[in-house]
């Protein structure tokens, strides 16, 4: 079954654009190192819980959007080979990432999958 990592980060509205842009150039560099899909969400209809929701997990603020995106590989050492190669791309290297989200309040994960319809 396939392996999933996923994401969850606070995205300033000012900077949906230019989140827009480097989800685009990451997602193209993930997929052509090996990726079966790469998805980008922004919320739509996501409540502010009381104790728990996706808006406390990452502490966004008023003028935030969350997003919620997710990588698909083949397995778990797929996933660790695609990974090592994207981390040292050229193209995604540097800092520009940071002035389009707070990177440390982003949730993530890798999934395996236990159910799929």
């Given at each position: 079954m396939p392996y999933i990592d996923g994401f969850v980060v606070a995205v300033p509205k000012a900077n949906i654009e230019a989140y827009k842009k480097l989800a685009n150039l990451a997602g193209s560099i993930w997929k052509e190192h090996g990726a079966l899909k790469y998805v980008e969400c922004l919320a739509d209809d996501v409540p502010y819980g009381e104790l728990t929701s996706?808006?406390?997990?990452v502490m966004a603020k008023e003028d935030e959007v969350v997003g919620f995106s997710w990588i698909v590989y083949?397995?778990?050492?797929?996933?660790?080979?695609?990974?090592?190669?994207?981390?040292?791309?050229p193209r995604l290297q540097g800092d520009e990432w940071k002035t389009v989200f707070d990177g440390k309040r982003m949730i993530y994960g890798g999934f395996e999958t236990v159910v799929e319809l």
């Open positions: 996706f808006p406390r997990a083949g397995s778990r050492k797929e996933r660790d080979d695609i990974v090592a190669k994207v981390m040292s791309d």
